[in-house]
């Protein structure tokens, strides 16, 4: 592995059921984001980690929740899919919060 | 909240010079982001300016001026590999990265 990788790459979901978004990074990287793009909006910070153990709200996290149980990973879970959570999401990461980020190749969900 | 604007299309010809300005106003700034996405694909690290003035990388360059709240990227001698969207994202205070809506550059022939 190098770099972030993401799993799956698309899924399509019936609405209500619940849909965990994997995140793993190699780098050691101690922060950690997942944002949502959706045409005409830009990328959206939904939940993010400065370091494993602790995570912490962005713009948009209702819906959402993220745990992060050690350095490498950062799943992101949607307890019960909505037609409004239809978007490509991205994990990035960063060696720290004032770092640069660099992002996996995203998750295109569609819910139904 | 956020406040980060940018056009949302630009065409220029291959070998061409095309600018793309960036506005924004944000609670607090720690520096400011220029991202690559090519269709279909992760963004990807251009540039980052914290202090006014131009950083130049190879074709690429960024203007900062935190006075006017505004940005630009400069692409020079473009390729035709330049067609993608380019994204201007703000840090702000709380050291979270704010994102524009991209600006869709096509590179013609």
């Known amino acids: 592995i190098a770099g972030i990788t993401q799993a799956p790459t698309s899924q399509i979901l019936a609405a209500g059921r619940r849909m965990t978004l994997r995140c793993t990074q190699d780098?050691?990287?101690?922060?950690m984001y997942w944002y949502r793009q959706d045409l005409g909006l830009g990328l959206r910070l939904i939940h993010y980690?400065?370091?494993?153990?602790?995570?912490g709200k962005g713009e948009v996290p209702d819906g959402y929740s993220v745990s992060r149980a050690n350095t490498d990973d950062f799943p992101l879970t949607l307890a019960s899919a909505v037609p409004s959570q239809t978007s490509v999401y991205f994990c990035?990461?960063?060696?720290?919060?004032?770092?640069?980020?660099?992002f996996g190749p995203g998750t295109r969900l569609t819910v139904l | 909240g956020q406040n980060i604007d940018q056009p949302t299309e630009m065409t220029a010809t291959e070998g061409a010079i095309v600018q793309i300005n960036c506005t924004y106003q944000?609670?607090?700034?720690?520096?400011l982001f220029w991202y690559q996405q090519h269709a279909g694909e992760a963004p990807t690290f251009l540039s980052y300016?914290?202090?006014?003035g131009l950083e130049e990388k190879g074709r690429f360059s960024s203007f900062l001026s935190r006075s006017k709240g505004y940005s630009y990227l400069l692409l020079k001698e473009l390729q035709m590999k330049d067609s993608a969207s380019y994204l201007c994202?703000?840090?702000?205070?709380?050291?979270?990265?704010?994102f524009g809506a991209g600006t869709t550059v096509t590179v013609r022939a």
């Open positions: 994202a703000v840090r702000d205070q709380d050291y979270k990265l704010s």
């Open positions: 980690s400065n370091t494993a153990g602790t995570t």
């Open positions: 780098m050691r990287h101690n922060a």
């Open positions: 300016n914290v202090l006014d």
């Open positions: 944000t609670s607090g700034f720690n520096g």
């Open positions: 990035a990461s960063s060696e720290g919060e004032l770092d640069t980020q660099y």
